[in-house]
């Protein structure tokens, strides 16, 4: 189904991501009890987690996963569950029990995938549905840890994977597969910035596109990109 594309200032952007994410907890708690969110690091994080942490919300209510992380430990700067720490959890004061950490820092990457597919099913169930999943996208159209041609995108059995050869540092990694993140109630797309806009152009108006981030937006039933105007600068009518 085709996303819904809005287009701002990185401000107006911001804005929109937190009125949706507020829609979508109190939708999804008033359905099923809780509302399940798996976060991306990087810009989006940045950008975005501060906003998102002044959100009149009961966090109990939450439960927050990770779409993907690298195998660093929770203190280095390029750990994504480290800036959620930092820039969400702390201020607002999230209960543990609500953080669901993925432990990409394990010396052993295939045990600790098995492990968060194990603790997936424990909070969501089977099927294990989000219900929300937050993305970046890379320059190259990358979502999570789903780099284009690599083996880990075509994995449609596991909910999670390991990736020992990402083509960027660190190679080493967890991410959801693509099912699992296109399975979400609602998918959320961020990216800004010129170096974006080929791949966002590819993968909004080529159909027969295999990007990861074309394969994900076609999957996915209910998704929303949010664009800077340099991200949106290549597209038709713009």
């Known amino acids: 189904m085709r996303p819904e594309i809005y287009v701002g200032t990185p401000a ?31 810009s989006v994080a940045v950008h975005g987690f501060s906003a998102l942490a002044a959100l009149p919300l009961h966090w109990d209510q939450l439960h927050f996963f990770w779409v993907d992380e690298r195998a660093v430990p929770p ?11 930092t820039e969400w959890f702390d201020p607002a004061r999230v209960p543990m029990q609500s953080i669901h950490r993925m432990s990409a820092d394990s010396p052993d990457l295939a045990s600790a995938a098995v492990a ?41 059995r596991q909910l999670v994977v390991p990736v020992v ?51 994900m937006l076609q999957r996915a039933k209910r998704s929303l990109v949010l664009l800077d105007e340099a991200a949106a600068s290549l597209m038709d009518g713009r």
Request: hydrophobic share 45%; glycine share 10%; proline share 7%.
């Open 12 to 42: 107006a952007l911001v804005a929109r991501l937190a009125d949706d994410f507020r829609a979508e907890a109190e939708r999804a708690t008033a359905r099923r009890g809780f509302f399940a969110v798996a976060l991306p690091g990087g």
């Open 116 to 156: 968060y597919g194990k603790e997936l099913t424990r909070v969501l169930g089977r099927p294990a549905r989000l219900d929300f999943v937050l993305l970046g996208v890379g320059h190259d159209g990358h979502v999570a840890s789903l780099f284009p041609g690599h083996p880990a995108l075509s994995d449609e």
């Open 165 to 215: 050869d990402a083509p960027k540092a660190p190679a080493r990694r967890l991410t959801l597969t693509l099912p699992v993140l296109a399975g979400a109630e609602r998918v959320v797309v961020l990216a800004m910035g010129e170096s974006k806009a080929g791949a966002i152009q590819e993968s909004i108006e080529r159909p027969d596109s295999s990007l990861p981030v074309a394969l």
């Open 75 to 85: 203190s280095d700067p390029e750990s994504n569950y480290g800036v959620a720490q």
